[in-house]
């Protein structure tokens, strides 16, 4: 991927329905440059425009990582979470854990159900949690919603579209609606400015040639905003919260090469209140359903 063609997907990422000749515009460039580029990875499937609803929307209160020792096989203890449903991340990492996981849940009492569940599956011998205070940068949860918000059936359709693809026009949204054109485009830019979802682009996780996705877990003695503001500066990142229990702090970072991972780590080991820094690579990503279109609601015919 050349620098134009990662500067684009980029915007694409913070906002999935820019135009061709706005994201052209932006970079100093051509459409005809832009599509030549873009246009392969959305009609292949390697890059895909969805749109991911924050959990808190749909009651999910509690947000939590949780990692996992496993003896042999790591099969059962994830098809285990896959009838569950809460987890909406699964990993299989190397590292001093064999699974990694995030999962959303109503409530401290269904996280407890959840981990005790998961603590007795088959191959388990320890888990470690941490539970999500504040997320400071994830494209899936994105912003806080700004106040109560009530999905009514047209929004669940739009929603619905959506997730499909992110990038679908505003007569269709309509016509999956039932609403006009011009309340279908009022409904969509409403739910996007009261953080009730975002839309943005997302890579296949098979194209792992590009670059290796590592997980860090920091403990720090203070509140660790340097190390956040360090993290956070990171290009691609793709995940950071501020968490309680196990670490202090949970990134999801891709990289180049392991070189420039290790140079990230000796970094983050050196600075000032920095106790301990953990990481893992996430070698096989078996699930990631942010969008949450199973915890929807969505009707078949709004009309």
Do not use: C
């Not at 390697?46 to 096989?73: Q, T």
């Amino acid at each position: 991927m050349d620098a134009l063609t990662e500067a684009a997907v980029q915007l694409l990422r913070r906002d999935g329905r820019l135009s061709f000749s706005e994201i052209a515009r932006q970079l100093g460039t051509t459409r005809t440059a832009v599509t030549a580029r873009v246009g392969p990875m959305l009609e292949s499937g390697a890059l895909r425009i969805l749109a991911a609803v924050h959990p808190r929307v749909l009651g999910l209160h509690s947000l939590a990582h949780l990692s996992f020792r496993v003896a042999g096989s790591t099969t059962p203890l994830i098809k285990r979470m896959d009838e569950l449903g809460s987890p909406v991340f699964i990993s299989e990492t190397v590292g001093p854990f064999e699974v990694a996981a995030e999962v959303h849940t109503r409530d401290r009492r269904e996280l407890q159900s959840v981990m005790r569940t998961l603590r007795g599956a088959e191959g388990v011998v320890d888990m470690q949690l941490a539970i999500y205070e504040h997320v400071l940068n994830s494209f899936f949860l994105g912003a806080e919603p700004t106040d109560e918000q009530h999905l009514d059936q047209a929004d669940l359709a739009l929603i619905s579209e959506l997730q499909r693809d992110g990038r679908l026009g505003y007569a269709e949204l309509a016509a999956a609606s039932g609403l006009s054109i011009t309340g279908a485009r009022g409904r969509v830019q409403r739910m996007l400015d009261h953080g009730i979802m975002r839309i943005g682009a997302v890579g296949q996780r098979s194209d792992s040639s590009r670059n290796l996705v590592f997980g860090l877990g920091i403990t720090v003695h203070d509140g660790g905003e340097r190390v956040a503001d360090l993290i956070s500066a990171r290009p691609g990142l793709e995940f950071l919260a501020r968490t309680y229990g196990r670490f202090d702090l949970v990134a999801t970072v891709p990289f180049a090469s392991f070189d420039d991972f290790q140079a990230l780590v000796d970094t983050l080991r050196e600075m000032e209140g920095v106790r301990a820094v953990d990481a893992w690579l996430h070698a096989r990503i078996r699930q990631e359903r942010y969008q949450f279109a199973q915890q929807l609601p969505l009707p078949e015919h709004p009309h």
